[in-house]
């Protein structure tokens, strides 16, 4: 039987979060960047709540790892962090027109350039208010998404170039990101380097103070040394989740998966044969069987992708000691695990997905159940499931 969960029942589920994992995993890719490249920084990147873990709370984990770093992609994300008192260098990168420049410049927020307007607006908000801002310039050298390409990027470099001259802006940093950093062998990692080197050189020709240049993701990071430059951007890798599990899992890369989703049984009840399971009776018992109800579902973010279709198993579920999945549909808020007639009860504990070295599905076979990538499965959590913070 598995065992009754130690945590108050304010919610029948909970996001368990090891923030010490957090942190080894830091101090590992510290380790390992630092090992071909000893002056190389680590920028964690904590957007999205953290990929479902919680901004602040990782944040401080990982900067109690080794990261001189912290990245954002909205500046309410990033203006949040300082609120909370939370040190060191942090960069926002992605906004519309309209973005409180202002207020990021005075929290001693670096921002990022992609297009011309944000170069203008910036510009605008160091001379409003006497603080000189810090920009780094997203180039696009290939993944044809955020960012100037190189024929275009001195619509944004001469402005902040200008601006700079004046005192009101340091161009701090140059950065890019790779269309193919989990297939290190693909041809455009090689050439994307290669344009992002021709933008360093422009840059650093036409007098910009670069701090840092970086282009390496969490994929890049692990498995192309080559990428480092001065600073290296890991995200899903933070909190301990392969980049590349079709090259190595957690494990393989001295990685800990941070978070455990668990849920408390809430029912369970006998059903005869033949008898059809949950919405449009995709699945239909085999046998006389025992189910389990878990009070979670789609609302919570288990992604209804995940469900068991056509009597075929679900997302993958650990519970009375046993590896088992979802039968039939993910509801809104629950879903229905046949237990066949394991010792079950009324409070016991599912494990939806955790480290899989303590023997328990991880985030990568839930991705793997509903068709997608495991930085889904985690930043996906909804918010009404608590997080309970290891430390």
Avoid at 33 to 47: E, I, L, T
Avoid at 73 to 87: D, F, I, K
Avoid at 191 to 198: E, I, K, N, S
Avoid at 338 to 353: C, K, M, Q, S, T
Wanted: hydrophobic share 45%.
């Amino acid at each position: 039987m598995s065992q009754p969960s130690q945590f108050p029942a304010l919610y029948p589920a909970r996001a368990i979060i090891d923030l010490p994992a957090i942190s080894h995993n830091v101090a590992s890719m510290t380790s390992r960047v630092r090992s071909h490249h000893p002056q190389a920084q680590v920028m964690a990147v904590v957007k999205a709540n953290a990929y479902g873990h919680g901004l602040v709370p990782s944040a401080r984990a990982a900067l109690q790892g080794g990261a001189t770093w912290l990245g954002v992609a909205q500046a309410s994300e990033a203006l949040a962090l300082r609120s909370a008192g939370v040190p060191g260098r942090i960069l926002t990168w992605l906004y519309a027109p309209g973005v409180p420049f202002a207020e990021l410049l005075a929290a001693d927020i670096d921002v990022s350039v992609a297009a011309p307007w944000a170069a203008h607006q910036v510009i605008a908000a160091a001379r409003d208010t006497g603080v000189q801002a810090r920009v780094h310039v997203k180039v696009d050298t290939g993944l044809g998404r955020n960012g100037a390409t190189l024929d275009h990027v001195g619509e944004i470099l001469d402005p902040l170039l200008d601006a700079q001259r004046a005192g009101l802006v340091s161009i701090t940093g140059v950065w890019s990101h790779f269309a193919f950093a989990d297939e290190p062998d693909h041809p455009t990692v090689v050439a994307q380097a290669h344009v992002f080197d021709q933008a360093i050189a422009l840059f650093e020709r036409e007098g910009a103070h670069l701090e840092v240049r970086h282009l390496a993701n969490s994929a890049a990071t692990l498995t192309n040394p080559a990428a480092t430059y001065d600073l290296v951007r890991p995200g899903l890798a933070v909190y301990g989740l392969s980049p590349v599990p079709h090259l190595g899992g957690p494990q393989d890369f001295d990685l800990r998966p941070a978070m455990t989703l668990e849920a408390d049984v809430a029912t369970v009840k006998d059903l005869p044969a033949g008898h059809g399971v949950s919405y449009a009776h995709h699945y239909l018992t085999q046998r006389d069987t025992r189910l389990a109800v878990l009070p979670v579902g789609y609302a919570d973010g288990i992604p209804r992708h995940a469900s068991g279709a056509h009597n075929e198993p679900g997302g993958p579920i650990a519970l009375g000691g046993k590896r088992l999945a979802i039968a039939g549909r993910v509801c809104m808020d629950q879903v229905v695990v046949d237990i066949g007639d394991l010792p079950v009860v009324e409070g016991d504990r599912a494990v939806l997905f955790g480290d899989p070295s303590a023997g328990v599905p991880g985030a990568q076979d839930w991705a793997d159940a509903a068709g997608t990538i495991s930085y889904e499965i985690t930043t996906r959590l909804a918010d009404r499931v608590p997080r309970i913070y290891l430390t």
